[in-house]
Structure formats: structure tokens, C-alpha cells
């Protein structure tokens, strides 16, 4: 089961590390095993919350989120994500940005700095978000039953998420703006492109979470109808239609992934800077990292991980409200990346120390599971 899961990031690490020392020796096979580690640390919330997601797929999307979305993950967000925000940023070509990063990797560095204020306002705004829909909304299983049972009341307040989310946004870009303008107010006008930046995080969020939404309730609504009336449905074509929509949803939900991982990446980029400039071994490091995030998240959902231990996905949850928080501070002051990787390490420590308690619990009691 773990060689099947895992063979593939097995044989991606084997081939990257081999790369590495063919690229730059022993030095650099050295800083592809430190970015490999950094990014796994950094991104095992990101594999608990996907497999909750990923749970609702079948084996083919599933198979998808493997391959495809590698891809996505590897190349898009770990190597051609850095070059378009340099491109963006300094107002250069494509081109001119990938020439940059190969061959003056300290002003692609400073550039890639430079743009870190958008970047982690857009992404800890789509972070902050996935945080309050969860701790707003009511649920069966509660992990801090004294926290989360007043915030699940105020959840029954329409769009109070959005409404939070944009309050903490405004605050963070005054202060920034304030900050900058006491130092001369040389970061004054970036104040308004982290605005502009949290904003698109904010609207990125319910576009994608939206849509993946209304087509997975669209699915149920139809397997609904399907079990009702299954021999009007054989002879109308309702089966072939309930398949497509599982098509949509499924292929939303993918959508939903990917712009997940994409914000859960952000750190593990900029962190990264915090070990080599190297356009190469960061891709290298963070790509092959990526790969045992995703493979890590298919064996939570192969295992019923989920299930079985209750609580790890509100720790997940709780890590992914402390990394948004993390993003948006970094706007304007420097966290060390050990720092960030143990907030997420020891929260979900936490939680699966709390469900292996709780499990023991119901054991002794006979009872059924219960929160």
C-alpha cells in the first residue's frame, strides 16, 4: 500500500536528487534534500485538508490529482509561478525574467522580495477564508468545543466570513501603508496593491469555492432523484446526465485543489529564497516535496485517516488560520520559516494526540463515536 502511493515520489526524489548533483555536486544535492523537507513540513496541513476534499472523488480524479495536478503544482507554482510574478513586478517579458533567474539570481531574488506583499496578501486572504467557513460552520465533531460552539452561532450570520476577512485585509494594508510612510514612505503606493491583491484572493476563493459548491450539491440533488425514481431515470437518460454533473463537480473540485495548493505554496517559495537563489534547485527541492504532499494526501484518503482520528482535520484547519495570519504579518515584518513549519506541526500533533484520546475513550465507554 505505502510502495504503491508513494512509488511514484520515490522515483521523483531518486531522479531529483540525481539532478542535483549532476547540476551542482554535493552542495547542491545537500540544498534539494533541506527544500524537500522545508516544503514537506510546510505543506502537511495542505495534504490533510486536500484529503478531505479529495475523499468526495473517485479513483479517476483521484489518478488526476496525481498527474496532472503535479504538474500544476511542480512546474506551474514552484517553477513558472516565481518568473510571472517577476515579470509582473519589474514589468519585463517572460523571456527577460527566466534569463534573470539563470543568470543574476540575486536581482531575481530581490524582485521575486519585492512582489512578496501581493503574493501574501492574495494568499493569506484565500487561506483566511477556508479558516472561518470552517470554524463558522456548525458541526457534528467539535475539537475545542468551548471555542468552536459560540463561533458555529455565529456563523447562522450571513456572509460574517467575507465581512471578517475584509476588515482584517483593510487593517493590514493601513498599517502597512502607516508603517511605510514613517520610514519614508517608500512602500506607500504597494499598500494599495496589497489591497487590490486581498481582494482577488478574497473573490479567487468564492469563484472557485462557489462553483465547486453549487455542482457538488447539484450531484447529490441528482443521485437524489436517480434513487427515487431509478426506472423513469433508465428510460429518460438521467444516469449518462448524473454522470456528467459528477464530471463538473469533480473537475471544480480539482479546480478547488489546485488554487488551494497554489496559496498553501506561497510560503514554501518565498521561504525557500531563505536557502539558495537558484531558480533549479528551488524547483528541484519544492517539486519533489510537492510530490510527497499529494501522495501523502491520497494515503490519508486510501486509509480513512479521516475517519479514524476526527480531529486531525480541524487541527489542519486551525494551521492553515495560523499560516493565513503568518502571511499577512509577513507583509510587513520577516517570521522565520521554522517558525511557520512548527505552528502547522505542532497543531496537528495536537489534534491526532486529541482523536487517538478520544478513540480510547469510546473504547472503554462501548459507546458510539460522538463529539
Request: charged fraction near 15%; include cysteine.
Amino acid at each position: 500500500m505505502v510502495l504503491k502511493t508513494f512509488g511514484w515520489s520515490f522515483a521523483v526524489t531518486a531522479l531529483g536528487l540525481v539532478a542535483a548533483v549532476f547540476y551542482g555536486g554535493w552542495t547542491a544535492f545537500g540544498i534539494v534534500a533541506i527544500l524537500t523537507v522545508l516544503e514537506i513540513s510546510l505543506s502537511f496541513d495542505n495534504a490533510v485538508v486536500n484529503a478531505g476534499i479529495l475523499k468526495k472523488m473517485n479513483a479517476f480524479w483521484q489518478k488526476i490529482f496525481l498527474t496532472v495536478g503535479v504538474l500544476i503544482a511542480v512546474f506551474g507554482m514552484r517553477l513558472v509561478f516565481p518568473v510571472v510574478i517577476v515579470a509582473i513586478s519589474a514589468k519585463i517579458g517572460p523571456i527577460e525574467a527566466v534569463d534573470l533567474a539563470l543568470n543574476d539570481k540575486n536581482m531575481y531574488e530581490q524582485l521575486v522580495t519585492d512582489a512578496h506583499p501581493s503574493i501574501a496578501a492574495f494568499g493569506g486572504m484565500f487561506l483566511l477564508m477556508i479558516f472561518l467557513d470552517f470554524i463558522f460552520e456548525d458541526r457534528d465533531i467539535k475539537w475545542l468545543a468551548w471555542l468552536e460552539r459560540p463561533l458555529a452561532k455565529l456563523g447562522k450570520i450571513d456572509m460574517l466570513s467575507a465581512c471578517i476577512a475584509l476588515i482584517v485585509l483593510v487593517i493590514t494594508s493601513m498599517t502597512f501603508a502607516a508603517n511605510a510612510h514613517q520610514h519614508g514612505g517608500v512602500h506607500v503606493d504597494k499598500a494599495q496593491t496589497v489591497l487590490v491583491s486581498g481582494v482577488l484572493g478574497l473573490i479567487t476563493y468564492m469563484v472557485v469555492g462557489g462553483l465547486s459548491g453549487y455542482f457538488e450539491n447539484k450531484l447529490e440533488e441528482e443521485e437524489e432523484a436517480e434513487h427515487e425514481a431509478e426506472e423513469e431515470a433508465k428510460k429518460t437518460g438521467k444516469p449518462v446526465s448524473a454522470v456528467a454533473m459528477a464530471g463538473k463537480a469533480a473537475f471544480f473540485m480539482f479546480l478547488y485543489l489546485e488554487v488551494l495548493d497554489a496559496s498553501f505554496s506561497f510560503d514554501g517559495v518565498i521561504g525557500a529564497f531563505a536557502i539558495t537563489n537558484d531558480i533549479v534547485l528551488m524547483a528541484l527541492g519544492l517539486g519533489i516535496g510537492a510530490m510527497y504532499v499529494r501522495s501523502l494526501t491520497v494515503y490519508l484518503v486510501r486509509q480513512g485517516t479521516l475517519d479514524d482520528y476526527v480531529y486531525l482535520e480541524h487541527g489542519a484547519h486551525y494551521a492553515i488560520g495560523a499560516l493565513a495570519v503568518i502571511l499577512l504579518v509577513t507583509i510587513q515584518y520577516e517570521i522565520n520559516e521554522v517558525i511557520t513549519g512548527l505552528v502547522g506541526v505542532v497543531l496537528i500533533g495536537w489534534s491526532f494526540w486529541s482523536s487517538v484520546r478520544r478513540n480510547k475513550r469510546l473504547e472503554l465507554e462501548g459507546s458510539p463515536a460522538e463529539a
